[in-house]
């Protein structure tokens, strides 16, 4: 039982930790959104605020991910669920990008500079 | 009866059951989330430029609300570390401690739901946008119920076949008005109607009446038709009615219930018509900023924005900010190739500027107050709304926006164009989630005492499956959090 309870506070300090750097990194992704240190880019919202912000995000799910919900150290079961939701979740990322080779929107596309739908060109 | 493998690991799956199905149910919660998510990538790589509506930048929709959403991230971290110690205290048998962990953090999901309650209201009844003609759009909030069509009727009329006319709702005043059916079924001709009861107990007679009518036509069509008679009259009922009222009344008719209207008439989208005269068709708009991203460029000084606006130092102050961020991209570009790419000259970093139209008697408003720069050149505060600015500059004008100028008009709801809209479907669902997860972590606190006495490590397994579903909400908060309201 000596064991076990001394093996808690560890894992209570660990907790603790995670949530300080889970509140660290929100203050970080909040500055990467507002404030010019951040801007790497052209200045304005841009692609690399973008990608920042989303590798931040990354971190702290990974954080609650593997701390929190205990995916450092669980069964092989759960990580096999995991692998197959993963792939899917890809794959409804990538599904989006059949609307790149719609037939439908090209014909429109076509029609478009034809018939001189679009008159001014952005 | 006893359920096996409760508390006690199977020994093939090497999982107590609880968590083998809790996280199966979390693997089809990242499908439900990952094709909203998949919604938004789409909708947002989607948008082409100077033809859809651009996809707004989540800092300049939520201003003051940013904090908002940041504490609201906050308050979800806390109690996502609540649960996990609300569960160590189980492990250590500490009824007492869990209690207090478990109470904050339910406290933790109410105080995320108010705060998103307050930002939910403030979109959906203090912001609004006009598109004008010409696709330039201004932002700010159109006062209260300005955007009614204020009409003076005469003439009412409507089916008898369909439901109560939602124009009676939009009738001023407390009286009904005194009605005389003109026109309609010989039966009802001539009658009267001064009181909404009346109307009400007197549509349901006529509806019954056409009903019957049209019961009885049918007949007597299929009766002539087995007879054989050749060319039968065909079914033909009056439905129709004309309710023509003693004096004119009063019409605020919503724009929404409304498909089209003149200076004459107003259409109904239930198909009632009122007729009568337009008494006044503008809308009372305090603009906060004004979007030309959908103007070009060369279009924009002749905008039909400025002649709404008709304020020339509002005029001047949209286009010196423009300015000065024109050369800041043109610094920027110089050690980048030296042309400012197309997308960026017509992005909302140039196009979209704060602008203040002084009420009289208030000038000296316009200068370099414009928040978009602040968030890039300076160290203020960076998402200070149109409130700010108004108790500094003093209060601003309010414009009539003549409707026919107009090309839409809204409240920042979900119609508001396709950020709103999976703004509010992943926000709404996620706050499902969020009260869910506290019900069930209320339960196993309030209830859960009980259990605790005959066996605490049952409880706390149920604890510990009850946090992963939390932090599972946390998880999809910490994603929605930066792309809905900062990037």
Redesign the interface.
Same mark, same amino acid.
């Given at each position: 039982m000596a064991d076990a309870s001394h093996d808690m506070t560890k894992t209570k300090k660990s907790y603790a930790a995670v949530g300080i750097a889970l509140l660290v990194f929100t203050v970080v992704t909040v500055t990467i959104g507002l404030a010019p240190i951040f801007d790497f880019g052209p200045p304005g919202p841009d692609g690399m605020d973008f990608v920042l912000g989303l590798a931040v995000a990354t971190v702290k799910a990974s954080l609650v991910a593997l701390i929190f919900m205990h995916l450092n150290h669980e069964k092989g079961l759960i990580y096999k669920i995991l692998l197959f939701t993963v792939l899917f979740a890809l794959g409804l990322m990538i599904l989006t990008m059949f609307a790149d080779i719609d037939p439908i929107l090209e014909q429109f596309e076509t029609l478009q500079t034809t018939r001189g739908w679009l008159t001014e060109k952005p | 009866m006893e359920i096996p493998y409760e508390v006690t690991p199977r020994r093939d799956?090497?999982?107590y059951n609880a968590?083998?199905g809790v996280?199966?149910f979390?693997?089809s919660e @990242?499908?439900l989330f990952?094709?909203l998510?998949?919604?938004y @990538?789409?909708l947002r790589?989607?948008v082409q430029?100077?033809?859809d509506n651009p996809w707004p930048?989540? @800092?300049s929709v939520h201003k003051d609300f940013?904090w908002l959403g940041?504490i609201n =991230?906050?308050v979800l971290?806390?109690s996502?570390?609540g %649960? %996990?110690?609300a569960w %160590?205290a189980l492990?250590?048998r500490n009824w007492r401690r869990y209690q207090i962990y478990m109470y904050s953090v339910v406290a933790c999901a109410v105080i995320f739901m108010c705060i998103k309650s307050v930002e939910y209201y403030s979109k959906l009844t203090q912001h609004h946008g006009i598109k004008l003609v010409d696709n330039s759009v201004m932002e700010g909030k159109i006062l209260d119920k300005t955007d009614r069509i204020r009409f003076s009727g005469e003439k009412l009329t409507f089916s008898l076949q369909g439901a109560v006319p939602a124009a009676i709702r939009d009738f001023d005043g407390e009286n009904f008005p005194k009605f005389k059916v003109t026109e309609g079924p010989e039966e009802l001709v001539g009658a009267e109607i001064s009181s909404m009861s009346q109307f009400k107990s007197w549509f349901s007679d006529g509806r019954r009446l056409v009903t019957n009518q049209l019961t009885e036509e049918r007949r007597r069509f299929r009766g002539e038709m087995a007879a054989g008679t050749e060319n039968p009259k065909p079914v033909s009922v009056v439905s129709s009615v004309t309710l023509t009222a003693a004096e004119p009344f009063g019409v605020t008719g919503n724009p929404r219930k409304i498909m089209a209207h003149s200076e004459s008439a107003i259409n109904y989208r239930d198909g009632v018509k009122v007729e009568g005269k337009l008494v006044s068709d503008e809308v009372q708009f305090e603009v906060h900023e004004v979007d030309l991203q959908l103007v070009?460029p060369t279009k924009q000084r002749e905008s039909v924005v400025w002649s709404v606006i008709n304020d020339e130092p509002a005029k001047k102050q949209f286009f010196d900010a423009q300015h000065k961020?024109y050369e800041?991209?043109l610094e920027?570009?110089k050690d980048?190739g030296g042309v400012i790419p197309?997308s960026?000259l017509?992005?909302?970093?140039l196009n979209v500027q704060y602008v203040h139209v002084a009420a009289e008697g208030h000038e000296g408003g316009h200068g370099k107050e414009d928040k978009h720069a602040d @968030?890039?050149?300076s160290e203020t505060n960076? =998402?200070a709304g149109g409130g700010e600015h108004e108790g500094a500059h003093g209060p601003s004008r309010i414009l009539s926006v003549p409707r026919d100028q107009i090309k839409f008009m809204g409240n920042h709801g979900p119609r508001y164009g396709t950020y709103y809209a999976i703004y509010f479907t992943m926000t709404a669902l996620h706050g499902l989630h969020v009260v869910g997860g506290a019900l069930v972590l209320l339960f196993f606190v309030v209830f859960g005492k009980k259990l605790y006495l005959k066996n605490p490590e049952h409880l706390a397994n149920r604890v510990?499956v009850g946090?992963?579903f939390w932090?599972?909400v946390?998880?999809i908060w910490?994603?929605l959090?930066?792309?809905m309201?900062?990037?």
């Open positions: - | 799956t090497g999982l968590k083998l996280w199966l979390l693997a @990242v499908m990952g094709g998510f998949s919604a @990538v789409f790589l989607g430029e100077g033809v930048w989540g @800092v940013v940041a =991230t906050i971290i806390a996502s570390v %649960v %996990v110690f %160590v492990k250590e070009l961020k800041e991209l920027y570009y980048h197309e960026q017509r992005g909302r970093f @968030v890039h050149t960076p =998402t510990e946090g992963l932090h599972f946390d998880l910490i994603f959090f930066p792309i309201y900062l990037l």
